[in-house]
Structures are given as C-alpha cells and as structure tokens.
C-alpha cells in the first residue's frame, strides 16, 4: 500500500511539474492542481495508512489513525481551491490584457507574424 500511494505521489509531482513548465497559462494551472493533489495525498499518507482505526485515542484503542493529517489536508484543500481561483482570474486578466495566453507575455513563434 505504501508503495502504491508513493508512486501515485510521485507520478502526480512529476506530470505537475512537466504541465507547470509549459508556456500557455491553462497547463500551469492543471500542474498547480496536480501538485497540490500530490502535497495533498502525501499529508494524508504521512498520518499513517490504517483501515479501520478511529482517528480518536480511547482507553481501549489499541491502534488510532493520527488525525492531524486529516485536518491538514482539508486545509490544504480550501487553500488550494483559493489559490487555483486566483490563478485563474489572474491568466484571465493577462489573456484580456495582452492578447495571448503565454505565460511570458510574448507569443510563440508560429504565432509571429
């Protein structure tokens, strides 16, 4: 299982940070949302994996799921839909301003006339 999560993060980080480098704005939006999973799914699997434990200490418990992951990770989901908002509003406003949809501003070259 532990295997499994850590290449699903790994892949995750690895396709955000190839769609983050792109030079269109749409791309780096997908690979922020993809990193943010991958930030997402390493919190909660550093909480340990465990089926079925309670995620509260009582007397009897001999095993619990720490719960602080858990309340990491859904702040880190309010955060990140905040922040994939601002950065979509943010290339919407570029794109209106100049015109294109690069990250840099300046069209690429099939696109000069």
């Not at 309340?71 to 406003?93: E, N, R, Y």
């Amino acid at each position: 299982m532990e295997a499994l999560m850590s290449l699903i993060v790994g892949v995750l980080t690895a396709a955000g940070v190839y769609l983050m480098l792109r030079a269109r704005t749409f791309p780096v939006v997908l690979g922020l949302t993809l990193l943010t999973y991958a930030v997402n799914l390493f919190l909660f699997a550093s909480g340990r994996l465990t089926v079925g434990a309670p995620p509260i200490i009582r007397e009897s418990a001999t095993h619990y799921t720490d719960p602080l992951p858990q309340a990491l990770v859904l702040t880190a989901i309010v955060i990140s839909f905040a922040m994939t908002a601002f950065v979509i509003m943010l290339s919407l406003k570029a794109r209106a301003e100049l015109g294109n949809d690069h990250v840099d501003g300046r069209p690429s070259q099939e696109e000069a006339p």
